[in-house]
């Protein structure tokens, strides 16, 4: 018995170990299109806000370029693993301070248009720059350290 089980993952293993790696790349080129996809609709989204402008489509647009700009560090990192690239915290680095930097675009344009609360928004535009901060320090300290892992 023992016998027969080593023949079958003999057999079995290594097709699954030959196709598995083409269909995570058939898996991974779906994704890339599909953010492709999203960043377009986005942007078309955000054109028509342009065509329809009000007051309250600008926090609105420059959500959504911002937004764009996350999708696209996303698309760059889905791009690294479909081209076997060694993984890197950057991109989502940078997707955190995008993503904080919009919060406080946002929180600054709600205060500005009176419609949110005086303290709340000082709290959360506090909240975002911290992170902001943190993640750029943070980024420092990763680089460095990639650096002297290279040396």
């Known amino acids: 018995m023992e016998e027969i089980r080593v023949e079958k993952r003999g057999v079995v293993f290594p097709w699954v170990y030959k196709y598995l790696p083409h269909l ?6 779906a994704v890339a299109f ?3 996809a999203a960043a377009v609709l986005l942007l078309f989204e955000a054109a028509s806000d342009f065509v329809y402008l009000s007051d309250h489509s600008i926090p609105h647009i420059i959500s959504d370029l911002m937004f764009v700009l996350i999708i696209m560090e996303l698309f760059r990192q889905v791009m ?3 081209n076997r690239q060694a993984f890197s915290l950057n991109p989502f680095i940078y997707i955190g301070v995008i993503a904080s930097i919009r ?3 946002l929180t600054q ?3 500005g248009l009176g419609e949110a609360d005086w303290q709340t928004g000082v709290i959360q535009l506090t909240v975002h720059a911290v992170i902001v901060l943190l993640l750029v320090i943070g980024l420092l300290v990763y680089s460095k350290v990639q650096t002297k892992a290279t040396e």
């Open 24 to 29: 995570d790349d058939i898996i991974l080129v």
């Open 34 to 36: 599909g953010i492709i």
């Open 80 to 82: 690294r693993q479909i």
């Open 103 to 105: 919060g406080l675009l």
């Open 109 to 111: 344009m709600s205060l």
